[in-house]
């Protein structure tokens, strides 16, 4: 793991109907939870499963691509040399002993993978290859990034088919002692392989040695984190449990993953501040940030009067119905995400009314007029600010271009 790697809102739509994903997205204070119960909970082992399945987290450091590189890449997919391996790299700690003082890569933000017993459908789990106490530069191995690291002499593989097999972890510290004295690089260790078609055991005895030997080397090797290759997700369903950045350098990158992941795949994810321990014997805490915008603030009214009357119309002739609307300075003042609340304001005081149920046809219109006055400039000059707004009914549904295009009265 050492190389870095480098709306027009649709046509109507009721109060019936509103509703936003952010509603049943989950707090930050509940992820905040969640992500402390994981680095506390110090079991053995997950009933018959390892215990990275139900504790622990999962860390990944992360580089933001840079375009004016030629650099292009999501931070939560497989990167290119993690589509070659057929892994990634994360690194896994937890408050009993297993710790190091930043999250590696020379990065200061990055993401917490969701550990298997807590991923729900339709988000995919990942599963550990293999598990290195101590960064293993696994760019640099062979057999899934878990086997020989080319820049060794010796050859090395998982533990388990090293020659003798290294399968306790006081066996592991002996061999990673013997060959890394110099503390040059750290490079020659095996990782404890737990992959199928191991037994659920196996996999549990694995992971526990791969704990044991982290904390016996945990206050030499403070400054390096540990190292585990997992297999790589499909495009965008890592299940991701939270964004991190660990001081204020990281933050604008982590804002930008988090909007960026919300963009690609529609979820919501929280950044948490993850101050990692300054010493060996200390523990890493961990605080919400407020990173998102505020909740919109909305308006108690959004029109101050709308009345009907016939006016002539050069393109719809005389006697056409107008409904004259005067918004509030709060409505005036909106952006696309209330134009459905504003709307649905004007459709509740006028839908029985004839002349607006007489031009139902066009009842789309009514609501692209609305959207219109509040998007257009004309002459430099927002439409927003006419004082008052005419709205005919009988007027056709257009495209918002072509609204714009005939001055919000199209024909």
């Known amino acids: 793991m050492?190389?870095?790697?480098?709306?027009?809102?649709?046509?109507?739509?009721?109060?019936?109907f509103l509703q936003t994903t952010a509603a049943n997205a989950e707090s930050c204070e509940e992820t905040l939870k969640r992500v402390e119960g994981l680095y506390n909970n110090t079991v053995d082992s997950c009933r018959q499963d390892p215990a990275s399945d139900c504790s622990g987290l999962l860390v990944r450091g992360t580089h933001r691509a840079n375009p004016a590189k030629g650099e292009k890449w999501d931070v939560w997919n497989p990167?290119?040399?993690?589509?070659?391996?057929?892994?990634?790299?994360?690194?896994?700690?937890?408050?009993?002993?297993?710790?190091?003082?930043?999250?590696?890569?020379?990065?200061?933000?990055?993401?917490?993978?969701?550990?298997i017993d807590q991923v729900r459908e339709p988000e995919t789990p990942v599963h550990i290859y293999c598990a290195f106490p101590n960064d293993a530069w696994t760019d640099f191995r062979d057999d899934r990034g878990c086997g020989n690291n080319k820049n060794t002499a010796q050859t090395e593989a998982v533990c388990q088919a090293m020659a003798p097999p290294i399968v306790t972890?006081?066996?592991?510290?002996?061999?990673?002692?013997?060959?890394?004295n110099d503390r040059k690089q750290d490079q020659l260790q095996c990782g404890f392989n737990m992959?199928?078609?191991?037994?659920?055991?196996?996999?549990?005895?694995?992971?526990?040695?791969?704990?044991?030997?982290?904390?016996?080397?945990?206050?030499?090797?403070?400054?390096?984190q540990t190292e585990l290759r997992l297999g790589n997700p499909k495009d965008d369903e890592l299940p991701i449990l939270a964004f991190f950045y660990s001081d204020q350098r990281g933050l604008n990158d982590a804002l930008a993953n988090q909007r960026d992941y919300k963009e690609k795949t529609g979820k919501d994810r929280n950044i948490i501040k993850?101050?990692?321990p300054r010493t060996p014997g200390s523990k890493a805490t961990f605080s919400c940030t407020r990173t998102t915008p505020p909740a919109p603030q909305f308006c108690d009214r959004y029109i101050e009067s709308s009345t009907w009357a016939q006016r002539p119309d050069p393109k719809l002739g005389p006697n056409t119905w107008s409904l004259q609307v005067v918004p509030t300075?709060?409505?005036?003042?909106?952006?696309?995400?209330?134009?459905?609340?504003?709307?649905?304001?004007l459709y509740n005081k006028h839908k029985d009314?004839?002349?607006?149920?007489?031009?139902?046809?066009?009842?789309?219109?009514?609501?692209?007029?609305?959207?219109?006055?509040?998007?257009?400039?004309?002459?430099?000059?927002?439409v927003r600010n006419k004082p008052e707004w005419n709205l005919e009914p009988a007027r056709p549904y257009v495209d918002q271009a072509k609204a714009v295009a005939q001055y919000c009265n199209p024909y």
């Open 329 to 345: 300075a709060c409505g005036r003042a909106i952006k696309d995400d209330q134009t459905d609340r504003m709307f649905a304001e």
């Open 79 to 115: 990167s290119p040399k993690a589509k070659e391996l057929g892994t990634f790299a994360a690194s896994w700690m937890r408050v009993d002993g297993i710790s190091y003082e930043d999250p590696g890569m020379s990065t200061q933000n990055g993401y917490l993978i969701t550990p």
């Open 169 to 180: 972890a006081n066996a592991w510290v002996a061999h990673f002692t013997r060959f890394n």
């Open 353 to 382: 009314d004839e002349q607006w149920r007489q031009y139902s046809v066009h009842g789309g219109s009514l609501r692209r007029q609305l959207v219109c006055h509040l998007a257009a400039t004309f002459d430099g000059k927002p």
């Open 195 to 224: 992959r199928n078609p191991m037994s659920s055991k196996e996999r549990v005895d694995a992971f526990r040695n791969f704990m044991g030997a982290r904390k016996v080397i945990n206050t030499r090797e403070f400054q390096t």
């Open 2 to 16: 050492k190389t870095p790697m480098k709306r027009i809102t649709p046509l109507l739509l009721f109060p019936l």
């Open 274 to 276: 993850i101050d990692f």
